[in-house]
Each structure stands twice: as structure tokens, then as C-alpha cells.
């Protein structure tokens, strides 16, 4: 197997991690070859901010070899099983914690919470309907999030569920109290799938609409929809595309 590393340059040094320092061995490679894999994995969190431990010093060609695998460990006992003298975590369930996006599909986005990875999936990065992660995140970017669920039934690897959306304000509670029902708004095609066309909408919305007769729209086609329907329950509202048109 070919030898695949991360390299950081830190002033006048080059700071150099093996592949298994510096990203966790999957458990299943899936009858894919290991290097293969491996440095898809690495290649797909260029531009990721790095924790790492100092391992050895070359002075003389000024090279660094680095653990970031056990850089994460320190900061995961840390904050996620040390307590102070209330018997608190640092991390728990309901806190609102920065974290850094370390790596984009286009289902979501894995980050990197205190030493904990995270793979947050597309529904719970915002409230509108996006379509693809990376058309909005890449790695190197700070989130601010909500952390859902805490596991600490192993030590080593407390798993963590977090949430984007949930940690900022909810745009339909403030903004379907603008939009009325029969009246007509002007909005932009963010998604068609099998539920029908969503139009989104000022304020962050998107509105759920009928396959028009004339087919199935473009995304970032502007749309005049007419509102159907309002549920300010379920943050929900729905209509009907009375014109369309394409982007130039």
C-alpha cells in the first residue's frame, strides 16, 4: 500500500501525519483497496483545520511528524468526560458549541466537535431544502451548532448527534405571519423531487407547490405561486405556481 499523509505547514515547519494519524481506519473498506480509500478520505478534508500532538522533531530540515488522532483523544477526555465540581460536562445535550466542517458530501457535512466527529445530514443543516451540502459548506469553515445527544458509553469514542438549524432561529415562526392565504408571491425554484416543486420564498421559507401543466420546472427558475394553505403548528405552507420563468 502506497504511504498517504497530511501536510501542514506551520511557519518555517512542514508538519507531516501518517494517514492512520491523522483520520480514524474505516470498518469496512467496502472491497475497495485500502490506499484507495484512505486517501479519498484525507483528500476530501483539504482545507480542514488540524489539532495535532507533536510526535518528533527533525531541526536541521525543519520536519514535523504529528498525531492529530491523539490530539483529538486529549480534547475528548477533556470536554466530554471531565467535569468540574458540580459534576457538569463541558459538552452536553442542548448546548449551542462551535465546530469546525472537516469534510462536505453532498448528503452533509462531517465536522469535528471538540475531538468528537460529527456527521451532520443535509435535513439538519437549515430549514430551507437544499439539494447538496457543498454548494453551501467546505472544509476549513466554523458552525455554530446544537448538540442533540450525548453518548458516553465508550470512553474512547463518545458518539454526538448535533444539529445546524437547531441552533439558530426558526425563519417560519416569524416569517408565515407575512404571507396570507390566496395572496400571490414571487419566489425561486430551490428544489423539485417526487413531493412536488418548493418555492423558496423572503424570510427563509419554502413553499410547497403542484407540478405546474407545463412541466417540471428548473431550479433557480423565478415562480409566482398562490398560497393554499398556512400551518403555523407544523411550519408548513403550501400553494399553487401561477407563472414562470427561467433564469437567463
Not at 70 to 81: G, S
Amino acid at each position: 500500500m502506497r504511504l498517504h499523509y497530511a501536510v501542514i505547514y506551520h511557519g518555517d515547519f512542514k508538519v507531516i501525519i501518517p494517514v492512520l494519524e491523522a483520520i480514524e481506519e474505516p470498518a469496512d473498506y467496502r472491497g475497495q483497496p485500502k490506499g484507495d480509500v484512505l486517501h479519498y478520505l484525507l483528500n476530501k478534508r483539504l482545507g480542514a483545520e488540524v489539532d495535532y500532538i507533536v510526535k518528533g522533531i527533525d531541526q536541521e530540515h525543519n520536519v514535523v511528524a504529528g498525531s492529530r488522532l491523539e490530539a483529538m483523544a486529549l480534547k475528548r477526555r477533556e470536554y466530554y468526560f471531565r467535569t468540574d465540581r458540580d459534576g457538569n460536562y463541558q459538552i452536553y445535550e442542548g448546548i449551542r458549541a462551535e465546530a469546525r466542517v472537516i469534510s462536505v458530501i453532498r448528503a452533509g457535512v462531517f465536522v469535528d466537535l471538540f475531538g468528537a466527529e460529527c456527521y451532520i445530514p443535509l435535513r439538519e443543516l437549515s430549514y430551507q431544502r437544499w439539494v447538496d451540502a457543498a454548494q453551501h459548506y467546505q472544509p476549513g469553515q466554523r458552525v455554530l451548532v446544537r448538540v442533540l445527544e450525548v453518548d458516553r458509553s465508550d470512553r474512547n469514542h463518545p458518539r454526538v448527534t448535533a444539529s445546524v438549524k437547531q441552533a439558530m432561529e426558526n425563519p417560519y415562526e416569524k416569517a408565515l405571519k407575512k404571507y396570507v392565504v390566496g395572496n400571490r408571491y414571487v419566489g425561486t425554484v430551490s428544489m423539485v423531487d417526487l413531493n412536488g416543486v418548493f418555492v423558496s420564498l423572503d424570510g427563509g421559507i419554502d413553499c410547497l407547490c403542484t407540478y405546474p401543466k407545463r412541466g417540471r420546472p428548473p431550479r433557480g427558475a423565478r415562480a409566482t405561486v398562490r398560497i393554499l394553505g398556512i400551518n403555523h403548528e407544523n411550519n408548513r405552507i403550501w400553494g399553487v405556481i401561477t407563472h414562470m420563468s427561467t433564469m437567463r
